[in-house]
């Protein structure tokens, strides 16, 4: 199976700050990698599919990079309703893993 | 609009089975495939499998292999997880989601609201 592994687990940011957090694959996964939000209670959220296509209705505030074994979802300017924890997600190969998730919190 | 929409939360003792269902609807339900994803609280997001509505073919994480079983009914454009032999470790959210390709790229766009399962004696 592949491993995926994010970083920094926990991460606290101000309003406007510009964050990035990063995912590793444990192979190449070439682009089969999403970004998901989940707010407490709540479903997981799209962000980012194919490492960098923006979904439908998410902000340009938000992007993804990276290929092979390593990517990055970066926030621009962090607003009030990004305070979440996120998740990667590789679509290389079943099982379709996800990362440990990264909490963001307000600082 | 574009929604799934699940079951009710459920208590069940050790040992027995849970099913939960997933209702679509504002789509055409054997169009996309349907996953289940869990999260046990405060844990990550654990990939359980997929059902392709249309055919009925599924895929199983290893894990759950010989315990879970996903099925649906067209007819009401809806998808169905069951799980046998609960143990606590089950306890958690479960989660139903749509796949979408895009290419050959695969994510989950569209999820439901979660179904809280406790397994205690």
């Known amino acids: 199976d592949i491993q995926m592994t994010q970083s920094p687990s926990s991460l606290s940011a101000s309003v406007g700050d510009r964050v990035t957090i990063t995912c590793r694959a444990s192979q190449s996964i070439s682009s089969y990698l999403n970004w998901y939000q989940q707010k407490p209670g709540k479903a997981p959220k799209l962000l980012i599919y194919a490492a960098s296509s923006l979904q439908s209705g998410v902000p340009s505030r938000f992007s993804g990079s990276g290929s092979g074994t390593d990517f990055t979802l970066t926030i621009s300017s962090l607003q009030p309703e990004d305070f979440a924890t996120y998740y990667c997600q590789q679509s290389y190969s079943t099982p379709w893993g996800f990362g440990q998730g990264t909490r963001l919190e307000i600082k | 609009q574009v929604q799934l929409v699940q079951s009710g939360a459920e208590v069940k003792k050790p040992g027995a089975s849970v099913k939960v269902s997933c209702k679509a609807s504002g789509y055409t339900f054997t169009s996309y495939d349907i996953n289940w994803v869990r999260q046990a609280t405060g844990q990550g997001l654990e990939w359980m499998g997929w059902?392709?509505?249309?055919?009925?073919?599924?895929g199983y994480a290893q894990k759950f292999q010989g315990r879970v079983t996903m099925t649906r009914n067209t007819s009401i454009s809806t998808a169905y997880m069951e799980l046998s032999s609960l143990r606590s470790e089950d306890t958690a959210v479960y989660y139903c989601?749509?796949?979408?390709?895009?290419?050959?790229?695969?994510?989950?766009?569209?999820w439901g609201q979660g179904t809280m399962v406790t397994v205690s004696s």
């Open positions: 059902m392709n509505p249309n055919s009925g073919n599924t």
């Open positions: 989601a749509r796949t979408i390709i895009r290419g050959d790229e695969v994510a989950f766009d569209i």
